[in-house]
């Protein structure tokens, strides 16, 4: 099975950072952390910010920095949102692993500090109570466990929770430091990547690395070792330009028919409905001659669509309606429903 | 054998559109390796058929020979064990199903499946374990929890088991599942490929037709392959040799909405309504799912309709169809939209012509 495994093994797990200070652009927690490592002291921690920036692997790395491959096991407890995580977990599982007290026995250069580590992945999707069970644990066992928090909304975590961590938000990343990211995994795998593809890499993926890099790696099983622009576009899902461009000025046009054309080209051609509503809300936005008010009105609807397409409404329907909407938005016509 | 399935292409090598896509799957799994596969194409695009020609590519022709099995899993969970009954389609080498079936079961289904697959993996002629694959048809109708439960198991048993999710949509499968796999676009076929596709079937069938009559089946296909063979097929049936002026039998469901929608054109009353709710009924009990009988309603309606009442008739189709994926009863909707219409024409027509 090896060799199987070898070929299939995602690069984004292949090319994640061991070490704390390989982290790319996180500055304020890498330094923190560094900290930690030398005095073996650190608080409970909540780390959040967009995905695909590395919080997980920071939690990861400097659990293994701190203790090693051997105690690790023993010593940190890692759960995400697909183990069951409701508030029985709480009141067992993390509080058997958590009471347990745990001595400092220093062995083979890593610092094993007397305490252990839980790591609660996307713990925005806990429940309230899960939560609040946990907010005693913390404190009662705070001599013998640390707990690292990893969320994309701190907005989800409960105020009681939030208040008894150290807080870092993890920024997106810059194109520079994504690229240079990029070009690195590029030269170790032998691919071929010029400065355009690149470039539509990063803004593809929007300061999600992950993201990028499995781009990539689709990219490469599919096209072979030199890859263009054009191909990556194909493996992300975005939508051409010219696609989103035709809608847009379908609307601009007021011809109803015509945007009713674009629609069913668009649906048959399987572009995904959300993304081409993103999509078109970036044209949107950046458009000079559409009035503020304008420009409210049709992202009113925008919101609605969305809602509507996670409800699991029809996409044909769904976007017709927002074309139609932007149409009469663009045009000026009233508001309300003349009939 | 009908036409649709037996001028499917086998492999990979034989398909007549979607070459280039073929191309690179054939790449892709030229070390005998996939990665998970998820496919989203609107319907009759050639989906399916891409994915057994790729499984045929994979595991040579062993993976031809399909049984359909009927079981049922027995499911822990938690506090009591729940029966799931559902129908498998499997050969040595892959699985294939429906976990919508299940209905709010699925997720339970889906990680028991994987589970048993992974037990009993087959061993390839080199001695090493291989792995199956197994398909997964109409992701998108896949409850929030079992789309959650799958990305775990997908990572967990990657070294046995690849998934190949096929789905209308791809705007319904969670990102998380979504950025796991390698999303192939599958679009629709252009009219010209498809009259190419008649063309190949006529030729092997032993059929002349005459000048423009593929285009015009094409025509009324909408960009649907398979629909366009089965229209093809029934126009052999009715009639041969073709001539020129033979009418192409339209969907008799399409017709039967059309006639709705002139109902209502034509009287706006509760009396009328009355009427169209049976002829509603009837649609409905023939299994035409609801959501396409309101999009073919609005088709009709915008062909008939002025430009400035085109806008409020699509918000309001647009707000009935949500209503109605959200709501239980699907008859409600539909009337409920036909009704709105009636008084938007009717106000309509009071305002314009007094």
């Known amino acids: 099975m090896a060799p199987v495994m070898q070929s299939s093994q995602p690069w984004v797990e292949k090319y994640r950072p061991k070490q704390v200070k390989d982290v790319a652009h996180q500055d304020e927690v890498v330094r923190v952390l560094t900290n930690t490592l030398e005095t073996s002291n650190c608080p409970h921690m909540l780390f959040y910010g967009p995905p695909g920036t590395g919080k997980t692997t920071t939690a990861l790395a400097i659990a293994h920095q701190l203790f090693g491959p051997e105690l690790y096991k023993s010593r940190v407890l890692e759960l995400n949102a697909s183990d069951d995580r409701g508030i029985n977990v709480v009141r067992t599982k993390i509080k058997n692993f958590a009471a347990v007290a745990v001595g400092s026995n220093r062995q083979s250069g890593y610092p094993c500090p007397p305490f252990k580590i839980i790591i609660l992945d996307e713990a925005d999707s806990m429940t309230q109570d899960a939560q609040n069970a946990l907010r005693r644990t913390m404190e009662t066992y705070s001599k013998v466990t640390r707990f690292f928090f990893i969320c994309n909304y701190i907005s989800r975590i409960i105020e009681p929770l939030a208040s008894r961590c150290a807080k870092f938000r993890f920024k997106p990343l810059p194109e520079e430091i994504m690229g240079s990211r990029i070009l690195h995994i590029c030269k170790e795998e032998g691919l071929n990547l010029d400065s355009e593809a690149l470039s539509t890499l990063s803004s593809i993926s929007q300061g999600d690395l992950r993201r990028a890099i499995t781009y990539l790696q689709s990219a490469a099983r599919l096209f072979g070792s030199s890859i263009s622009a054009k191909e990556l576009i194909s493996v992300s899902g975005v939508i051409p330009n010219e696609v989103v461009q035709a809608i847009f000025s379908a609307c601009r046009s007021g011809n109803f028919d015509l945007a009713n054309k674009e629609v069913n080209n668009v649906i048959a051609e399987g572009y995904p409905v959300s993304q081409m509503l993103s999509q078109l809300y970036d044209i949107l936005v950046d458009a000079d001659d559409i009035s503020d008010e304008q420009k409210a009105r049709i992202c009113k609807k925008f919101a609605e669509a969305d809602k509507c397409l996670v409800d699991g409404a029809d996409e044909y329907l769904q976007l017709l309606n927002v074309a139609s909407s932007t149409m009469q938005a663009l045009s000026n016509m009233p508001q309300d429903m003349t009939f | ?354």
């Open chain 2, 1 to 354: 054998m009908l036409w649709v399935d037996k001028y499917r292409p086998k492999t990979l090598d034989k398909v007549i559109v979607h070459q280039d896509v073929a191309q690179n799957l054939r790449k892709l799994v030229s070390e005998g390796d996939c990665p998970h596969l998820l496919f989203y194409g609107p319907p009759g695009s050639g989906k399916k058929t891409l994915i057994m020609a790729l499984l045929r590519q994979i595991f040579g022709p062993s993976a031809d020979k399909v049984k359909v099995e009927n079981k049922i899993w027995k499911v822990d969970a938690g506090t009591r064990t729940i029966d799931v009954e559902l129908t498998t389609l499997s050969s040595t080498h892959h699985v294939e199903l429906n976990p919508s079936d299940a209905g709010f079961q699925d997720r339970y289904v889906v990680q028991e499946i994987i589970k048993e697959m992974a037990k009993n993996r087959p061993i390839d002629t080199k001695g090493k374990k291989g792995f199956k694959v197994l398909v997964l048809n109409e992701v998108d109708k896949l409850s929030r929890e079992a789309q959650h439960s799958l990305r775990r198991t997908m990572e967990k048993y990657s070294a046995s088991c690849r998934l190949i999710l096929c789905s209308n949509s791809s705007s319904k499968v969670t990102e998380a599942v979504r950025s796991r796999c390698l999303n192939v676009r599958i679009n629709a076929p252009m009219e010209e490929e498809i009259v190419s596709v008649l063309e190949f079937i006529a030729k092997k069938e032993g059929l002349q037709f005459p000048q423009g009559f593929a285009a015009r089946i094409v025509e009324k296909s909408n960009r649907n392959l398979r629909r366009a063979v089965l229209t093809f097929e029934s126009c052999r049936v009715q009639q041969y040799p073709f001539t020129n002026n033979q009418t192409v039998p339209p969907m008799d469901w399409e017709q039967y909405v059309s006639e709705i929608a002139s109902d209502i054109m034509k009287e706006q009353s509760p009396k009328r309504l009355f009427e169209v709710r049976g002829k509603l009924y009837e649609l409905l009990t023939n299994c035409i799912p609801p959501e396409i009988i309101l999009k073919r309603l609005l088709f009709e309606l915008l062909k008939k309709l002025d430009s400035e009442l085109k806008h409020e008739v699509t918000n309001w189709a647009a707000h009935y169809e949500h209503r109605m994926r959200l709501g239980q009863k699907a008859i409600f909707h539909l009337e409920a939209f036909v009704a709105k219409f009636m008084s938007i024409y009717k106000s309509f027509l009071i305002s314009t012509f007094g």
